[in-house]
């Protein structure tokens, strides 16, 4: 396995563990740290992968198709934990399963005819806004998290407590806006597929 594959590899891994220190009781604080440390240290091994792969001429097919599965797989992930929190509806998460199951489908129909179809800007934009509500629905559950400890021992930014409300509505908005442009994506990606008959 090459250093990008395993650098991808490590978000397969992160993703679980997400999952784990995401399901621990809220009043141990310490999770709001580890979280937001699982989370930035898997967004720049998204970075670094391709980076890598480019630096030591190590760009393969595999490696096109395993970035956006090591992706998808930790996006996925975080988006359940918030869909669990109540951060994120339902039924739009539903809409983000259905589209990045098909682009699999998609890429698996594109691969028999012999064409790897690796991440399109579309998709690259996407992400980019996945991160973003990602970030956001992170930010809104620390603060949830940080409530009580906040009430009690910094009283002076219990105001950041009060407005969480609004961190939702704000996160809601972003999400939404991801949830359209992945949707666009997947257009882009079914046009590829059309025009590679």
Request: proline share 4%.
């Amino acid at each position: 396995m090459s250093l990008a594959n395993k650098i991808t590899f490590s978000r397969i891994i992160l993703a679980p563990v997400f999952f784990i220190v995401f399901l621990l009781p809220v009043k141990d604080v310490w999770t709001v740290p580890v979280l937001w440390f699982i989370f930035i240290v898997a967004e720049l091994t998204d970075m670094l992968d391709g980076m890598a792969a480019r630096k030591q001429n190590e760009v393969s097919d595999f490696g096109k198709l395993f970035d956006p599965f090591a992706d998808t797989l930790m996006q996925l992930t975080c988006f359940f934990c918030f869909v669990i929190d109540g951060i994120f509806p339902a039924v739009l998460f539903l809409l983000v399963i259905y589209r990045e199951f098909s682009i699999l489908f998609i890429r698996n129909l594109m691969l028999k005819r012999g064409i790897t179809l690796g991440a399109r800007m579309s998709g690259k934009i996407k992400t980019v806004f996945y991160i973003f509500a990602g970030g956001a629905a992170l930010l809104t559950d620390s603060l949830q998290r940080l409530a009580v400890f906040i009430e009690d021992h910094l009283p002076r930014f219990a105001v950041f407590v009060d407005h969480l409300p609004l961190f939702k509505t704000g996160t809601l908005i972003i999400f939404i806006i991801s949830v359209v442009i992945s949707i666009v994506s997947f257009i882009d990606y079914m046009m590829i597929f059309k025009n590679n008959k």
